[in-house]
């Protein structure tokens, strides 16, 4: 595999409402250090790719309100790579106008597309996967997306239905997508664990640059259509104003209703290395390694008395100290504090919308 054709699409341009204190509008969940690792999952994302595809073949589709967050925390990779959205349009147009921009450049690009605020454990089989995963679409015209392996029915992903009876004749990890599923309730949840034929959605894609620009000039031709006309403007100084301008013509939808759903050419890889999208800070706590007392803490100065279940994420210079908690969430940052029921987490996001 030519290391040179392999390109790293980065989606970073949610508003991060999640993880509050830590994460804020302003600095939104991609672009702070969750893991008190010193390394922001946004840089924690393009580390799991240094050796997979070289720098200046690294691509964050953001915001105009992000792109300096982006370019200080990844000062590799060249500003012109950094595309920045004049508006939310989902996933559909971001990768279209990506896909398209590479394509001009390299026809025979081979293109990884992922999140920038999901967690990995085990990095060296994720490099694995992702090495095998190039390998296919290399020499296929397949759209290949990975399958996490569920670990308990979980009610906040989508799923991936899939025939496991045959195996691709080229990577026999390989399967073909039955259908993709919304997500499901508890008892639905239950029932695709039980099957073992269905997979977690983890929104990572694989596939060369010439099949996704056929795909979304089959499947959606209204958004090729404008990115067909934008093209001879890439990579000149009328680029950015151009994409202002046709950019918030695109339909807001998502790649998977898009093209995935439609397309006929569709394949999951099913992989279990620690994933995570980090969607809750209880999700965060399922990633960690608990002590004794079944405790998760992140930071270098917390005590804890008589406590069990909870999550502390504390790493700022203060010294924390808790006694007698069992399944709390407490997290600092600067002027705020958290302090909340594990099991009362989703209401968190009512009382910071509404300041309080």
Known sequence: MTTNDNHLVI???????????????????Q??????????????TVDRFKDICPAENVWVVTSDKYAGLVKEQLPDIPESNI?????????????????????????????????????????????????SAMNFTQSTDAILTLGMKPTRPETGYGYIETD??????????????????????????????EQKNY????????????????????YCPAIAKIFESIRPVFYTENEQEVINREFPNCENISVDYAILEKAEEIFVFPAD?????????????E??????NKNVCIGKNIQLYDTRNCIIHATQ????????????????????????????????KLFTDAGN
């Not at 989606?11 to 969940?29: D, L, N, Q």
């Not at 672009?31 to 840089?43: E, S």
């Not at 983890?202 to 056929?214: D, M, R």
């Not at 990633?287 to 004794?292: A, Y």
């Open 11 to 29: 989606m970073a341009g949610g508003v991060g409402s999640r993880f509050w204190p830590m994460s804020t509008p302003e600095k939104p969940k």
């Open 31 to 44: 672009f702070i250090d969750v893991l008190g690792c010193g390394r922001t999952l946004l840089q924690l």
């Open 83 to 131: 595309l920045k959205e004049p508006c939310r349009r989902n996933t559909a147009p971001c990768i279209a106008y990506v896909s398209w921009k590479i394509k001009a450049r390299n026809p025979k690009a081979n293109v990884v597309v992922t999140p920038s605020d999901h967690i990995v454990m085990n990095v060296a089989e994720f490099q694995r996967v992702i090495r």
């Open 164 to 193: 496991l009876s045959i195996a691709s004749s080229t990577n026999k990890e390989i399967f073909r997508v039955d259908s993709f599923k919304e997500k499901p309730d508890a008892d639905t949840a239950q029932r695709y664990i």
């Open 199 to 218: 997979f977690w959605n983890a929104g990572i894609f694989v596939w060369n640059v010439g099949t996704i620009v056929n795909a979304f000039r089959i």
């Open 273 to 285: 290395f620690g994933w995570s999208d980090l969607g809750t800070w209880g999700a965060l706590y």
């Open 287 to 292: 990633q960690m390694t608990p002590d004794l």
């Open 317 to 348: 210079e203060k010294r924390v100290v808790i006694m007698g908690l069992d399944g709390y969430i407490v997290a600092e940052k600067d002027d705020a504090l958290l302090i909340c029921k594990t099991n009362e987490e989703q209401k968190i």
